[in-house]
């Protein structure tokens, strides 16, 4: 059972380039999300998904789109990468226990962008 | 913006020590939860408590919670250099999305 797995871990992108970060969960999770972590900070949200098919904006959406065609993944694109999207991306997904939610993390991917 | 904000930002102790964090909110919620970042990882998830309970324990980890004041606490007790790590709170509001808040550092010295 590998949990979350997030891919890349380390990415350099020049400003204006694109890419796609890929998380991948095995425990049959309804619930996706994608965050990023800046320096000194705590979690913000970016995009999440409550089942295959669906997806739904965060705190701070702009700049990112994301999406779920399997239930197991969930794609986080930048199109037109900038520096202020320098920081460090983590994957989470998540089930409803009792109505409360607890969330399972990847290891993250940090992303640098020059 | 963040929804909680933990005290102190950073917390230095002595091995064996207690270390406890603070957690405080803006709005009503359904149920708190702790998780730890050890450095350069992900987060784990420590402890949840639910909007109608008061105080949760699980192994050296004690969590309470006061709705009224809108804060939560963690205690770990008899620390250990493991536990050396940043310990967030998130908040749950009724849907299926957490707001964490900052974050306090914890360095436990031996």
């Known amino acids: 059972n590998a949990g979350v797995t997030q891919t890349p871990k380390f990415r350099v992108l020049k400003t204006g380039q694109s890419m796609t970060l890929l998380c991948a969960q095995d425990?049959?999770?309804?619930?996706m999300y994608w965050y990023r972590q800046d320096p000194g900070m705590g979690l913000r949200l970016i995009h999440y998904s409550v089942g295959e098919g669906t997806t739904a904006k965060g705190e701070v959406p702009d700049g990112y789109n994301v999406s779920r065609l399997k239930k197991q993944n969930f794609l986080l694109g930048l199109e037109s990468a900038a520096p202020s999207q320098t920081s460090v991306y983590f994957c989470a997904s998540g089930l409803r226990e009792g109505g409360s939610y607890e969330q399972y993390f990847g290891p993250g991917t940090r992303l640098t962008v020059t | 913006s963040q929804q909680g904000e933990e005290d102190p930002q950073a917390l230095s102790i002595q091995e064996g020590e207690n270390a406890t964090m603070n957690c405080s909110y803006k709005t009503s919620i359904n149920n708190l939860q702790w998780y730890r970042q050890n450095s350069g990882r992900g987060l784990v998830h420590l402890i949840l408590?639910?909007?109608?309970?008061r105080e949760k324990h699980s192994g050296r980890l004690r969590v309470t919670l006061d709705t009224s004041k809108k804060s939560s606490s963690l205690l770990i007790t008899a620390s250990r250099a493991a536990d050396t790590a940043s310990y967030f709170c998130?908040?749950?509001?009724?849907?299926?999305?957490?707001?964490f808040g900052q974050g306090t550092r914890l360095t436990i010295n031996p």
């Open positions: 425990m049959n999770h309804e619930y």
């Open positions: 408590i639910r909007s109608n309970e």
């Open positions: 998130a908040t749950g509001q009724g849907a299926q999305k957490l707001v």
